[in-house]
Structure formats: structure tokens, C-alpha cells
Antibody, heavy 118, light 110 residues
């Protein structure tokens, strides 16, 4: 059973960098065939894809966020991380990590709320 | 504002059949398969339908999906109280080179 778990600060100050980590169990982020991704959901709103990457290959960004997003992986810990720079209140959201395969997200983390506020 | 259009709300009584529509364009629904996610209150989204009409293991056959042209639909038959949730359509979008999500439909079981 594949499981994903997000972790990171729940409060970030404006203009700072939001950093989150997703720990994966039941699968390896370096195994072939799957992309690993981040998605967010603004309070009371719909879902927005942020970024996805193939560990030994390419990374794809939502154009609206590309300039502020960095994604990386750590195979020794079977984790991947998101960094979103220069945050504003508009970045307040629940952030989910998920596994992407065949164009759909088949496994999701439980999500973590990040609030941007001074 | 999503590039996909879903009705913001839908409702039905227990046992009824309800459908939720999703309208898109050539670059998303028109060129790719459609996936649907169910989000129960306070929880993460869950894959409900993939590749237009396929159900992951464990999803009841009361849930079905279809696609025609640049539109897709999710049907729920034999509606149950536990089906009360938000439902999102999500095809791939060739222009974005990534997935797009509909705005979501809140289903209320009366």
C-alpha cells in the first residue's frame, strides 16, 4: 500500500520561502514509471496542480507558478520536497503531495495547511 | 476560474441517480481521457474514475464515467448519504502539459 505524508511549517511569513517535504512509503520515488507531484487547494476552493517530476528525468511546472517553484528528491529518505519562494497571502492553501501515473493522481497524502501571515 | 466548467452544486435523494457534467475544450477533454476525484469533507481527494470510465479497486460500480467530444459526465446511481462530497473532473491539458481540475461540484444528499 502506497502512502504519502506531507510535513513542514504551518505558518510562513510573507516574502519568505515555503518548504514542504513528502515522505513516501510502499514505493520508491526512484522507481520507474511514476511522477511525483504537488497540488494545492485554497481554502474553500478547487484544486491546482503545482509541479510534477520524474526522479531521474524531467520536471514540469504549472506556468503560473514556475518562476517560484523548486522540487527535489532524496532517495536515501524516499522523500521529495517543494520550495515556493516569495510567498504572499494568496499562497495560503492546503498542500498535497501525490503520485501521478497515466495522467491521474492515484495516491494522495492527507494534506497540510500552510498559512502565509506575519 | 477553471478552464473546465462544472455545476457548483448538485443534489438528490437516497436511491436516486445523479449526474455531474464537466465541459472543457479540445486541448483537455477533447484530446485526453478524463479522471474524477471525490473529496469527502475534511479529507484529501480520492481517485474515483480514471481513463473516462474505469474504476480503481474498491470503488463501487454505482459510480460511472463517460466522455463525448469536449464534455464528460460522472453518474452516481443508488445515491447514498456517504456520497455527499465534492467531485472534481480532471483531464490532462496539452497546452499546460499537466492536469487541469474543474471547479468542483458539491453533491448534497437530501
Amino acid at each position: 500500500q502506497v502512502q504519502l505524508q506531507e510535513s513542514g511549517p504551518g505558518l510562513v511569513k510573507p516574502s519568505q520561502t515555503l518548504s514542504l517535504t513528502c515522505t513516501v512509503s510502499g514505493d520508491s520515488i526512484s522507481s520507474g514509471g511514476y511522477y511525483w507531484s504537488w497540488i494545492r487547494q485554497h481554502p474553500g476552493k478547487g484544486l491546482e496542480w503545482i509541479v510534477y517530476f520524474f526522479y531521474s528525468g524531467s520536471t514540469y511546472y504549472n506556468p503560473s507558478l514556475k518562476s517560484r517553484v523548486t522540487i527535489s528528491g532524496d532517495t536515501s529518505k524516499n522523500q521529495f520536497s517543494l520550495k515556493l519562494s516569495s510567498v504572499t497571502a494568496a499562497d495560503t492553501a492546503v498542500y498535497y503531495c501525490a503520485r501521478l501515473w497515466g495522467g491521474y493522481f492515484d495516491y494522495w497524502g492527507q494534506g497540510t495547511l500552510v498559512t502565509v501571515s506575519s | 476560474q477553471s478552464v473546465l466548467t462544472q455545476p457548483p452544486s448538485a443534489s438528490g435523494t437516497p436511491g436516486q441517480r445523479v449526474t455531474i457534467s464537466c465541459s472543457g475544450s479540445h486541448s483537455n477533454i477533447g484530446s485526453n481521457t478524463v479522471n474524477w476525484y471525490q473529496q469527502l469533507p475534511g479529507t484529501a481527494p480520492k481517485l474515483l474514475i480514471y481513463s473516462n470510465n474505469r474504476r480503481p479497486s474498491g470503488v463501487p460500480d454505482r459510480f460511472s464515467g463517460s466522455k463525448s467530444g469536449t464534455s464528460a459526465s460522472l453518474a452516481i446511481s443508488g445515491l447514498q448519504s456517504e456520497d455527499e462530497a465534492d467531485y472534481y473532473c480532471a483531464p490532462w491539458d496539452d497546452s499546460l502539459n499537466g492536469p487541469v481540475f474543474g471547479g468542483g461540484t458539491k453533491l448534497t444528499v437530501l
